[in-house]
Protein backbone atom coordinates (compact mmCIF):
# COMPACT_ATOMS: atom_id res chain seq x y z
CA UNK A 1 0.00 0.00 0.00
CA UNK A 2 1.77 3.01 -1.15
CA UNK A 3 0.76 6.82 0.17
CA UNK A 4 -0.75 8.70 -2.66
CA UNK A 5 -1.90 12.19 -1.54
CA UNK A 6 -3.57 14.47 1.20
CA UNK A 7 -6.85 15.43 0.05
CA UNK A 8 -8.76 18.67 2.03
CA UNK A 9 -12.53 17.25 1.41
CA UNK A 10 -14.54 20.03 3.37
CA UNK A 11 -14.24 22.61 5.79
CA UNK A 12 -17.70 22.96 7.66
CA UNK A 13 -19.19 25.50 10.61
CA UNK A 14 -21.30 23.96 12.58
CA UNK A 15 -23.44 25.89 15.65
CA UNK A 16 -24.04 24.59 19.39
CA UNK A 17 -26.94 21.60 19.03
CA UNK A 18 -26.75 21.82 14.77
CA UNK A 19 -26.11 18.83 12.58
CA UNK A 20 -24.58 18.86 9.43
CA UNK A 21 -23.49 16.42 6.42
CA UNK A 22 -20.00 16.05 4.49
CA UNK A 23 -19.88 14.25 1.66
CA UNK A 24 -17.03 12.87 -0.70
CA UNK A 25 -17.35 10.98 -4.32
CA UNK A 26 -14.21 9.29 -4.91
CA UNK A 27 -12.67 10.10 -8.21
CA UNK A 28 -10.50 6.84 -8.56
CA UNK A 29 -9.85 3.51 -6.32
CA UNK A 30 -8.36 4.31 -2.95
CA UNK A 31 -7.86 2.93 0.39
CA UNK A 32 -8.60 5.66 3.25
CA UNK A 33 -6.01 5.17 5.50
CA UNK A 34 -6.89 8.25 8.02
CA UNK A 35 -9.98 10.49 8.04
CA UNK A 36 -8.85 13.77 10.08
CA UNK A 37 -10.99 16.06 11.79
CA UNK A 38 -9.18 19.42 12.12
CA UNK A 39 -10.71 22.50 14.21
CA UNK A 40 -9.85 25.51 12.81
CA UNK A 41 -9.26 26.71 16.27
CA UNK A 42 -8.11 23.91 17.63
CA UNK A 43 -10.64 23.31 20.20
CA UNK A 44 -11.43 19.87 21.43
CA UNK A 45 -13.89 17.86 19.62
CA UNK A 46 -15.07 15.61 21.88
CA UNK A 47 -18.21 16.64 21.90
CA UNK A 48 -18.47 16.85 18.52
CA UNK A 49 -20.19 13.62 17.19
CA UNK A 50 -20.32 11.78 13.70
CA UNK A 51 -21.62 8.66 11.84
CA UNK A 52 -19.15 7.21 8.95
CA UNK A 53 -20.08 5.49 5.75
CA UNK A 54 -18.77 4.47 2.54
CA UNK A 55 -22.06 3.72 0.46
CA UNK A 56 -24.09 2.32 2.95
CA UNK A 57 -21.50 0.31 4.98
CA UNK A 58 -21.03 1.74 8.45
CA UNK A 59 -17.45 2.82 9.61
CA UNK A 60 -19.06 3.53 12.82
CA UNK A 61 -22.19 1.72 14.66
CA UNK A 62 -23.37 4.99 15.77
CA UNK A 63 -22.26 8.77 16.72
CA UNK A 64 -18.75 8.55 17.74
CA UNK A 65 -16.53 11.85 19.40
CA UNK A 66 -14.83 13.08 16.26
CA UNK A 67 -11.74 12.90 18.49
CA UNK A 68 -11.77 9.36 18.12
CA UNK A 69 -10.54 10.44 14.40
CA UNK A 70 -7.38 12.59 15.37
CA UNK A 71 -5.55 15.66 13.77
CA UNK A 72 -2.88 13.37 12.21
CA UNK A 73 -1.49 10.31 11.85
CA UNK A 74 -0.13 9.74 15.60
CA UNK A 75 -3.30 11.09 16.94
CA UNK A 76 -5.22 9.80 14.34
CA UNK A 77 -7.73 6.23 14.28
CA UNK A 78 -6.55 3.77 11.27
CA UNK A 79 -9.36 3.78 9.09
CA UNK A 80 -7.86 1.16 6.39
CA UNK A 81 -11.22 1.02 3.96
CA UNK A 82 -11.54 0.68 0.33
CA UNK A 83 -13.66 3.18 -1.32
CA UNK A 84 -14.18 2.72 -5.07
CA UNK A 85 -14.68 5.16 -7.86
CA UNK A 86 -17.85 6.93 -7.34
CA UNK A 87 -18.62 5.91 -4.48
CA UNK A 88 -19.39 8.09 -1.77
CA UNK A 89 -18.10 8.78 1.76
CA UNK A 90 -21.04 10.10 4.06
CA UNK A 91 -19.76 12.10 7.34
CA UNK A 92 -22.91 12.89 9.73
CA UNK A 93 -21.93 15.43 12.06
CA UNK A 94 -24.00 16.63 15.34
CA UNK A 95 -22.51 18.95 17.98
CA UNK A 96 -23.13 18.91 21.71
CA UNK A 97 -20.59 21.16 22.64
CA UNK A 98 -21.81 24.69 24.07
CA UNK A 99 -20.09 26.29 21.07
CA UNK A 100 -19.70 26.63 17.16
CA UNK A 101 -16.78 24.64 16.09
CA UNK A 102 -15.20 24.96 11.91
CA UNK A 103 -14.21 21.38 11.32
CA UNK A 104 -11.73 21.07 8.32
CA UNK A 105 -12.16 17.13 7.01
CA UNK A 106 -8.65 15.90 5.01
CA UNK A 107 -8.02 12.22 4.11
CA UNK A 108 -4.98 10.54 3.74
CA UNK A 109 -5.48 7.81 0.77
CA UNK A 110 -3.34 5.31 -0.29
CA UNK A 111 -3.31 2.73 -3.76
CA UNK A 112 -5.37 -0.23 -3.24
CA UNK A 113 -2.22 -2.46 -4.32
Excluded: C
Excluded at 27 to 43: M, N, P, Q, T
Excluded at 88 to 103: A, G, Q
Amino acid sequence: MKFLKFLFIEEVTIGSGATSKVTWDADDDYIIKYIFAIDKDEYSLAKVRATIAIQKDYITEDYVPLSLLGNNKFTGYEIDREIKKAQTLTINIKNEDTTSHTIMFVLALYSPS
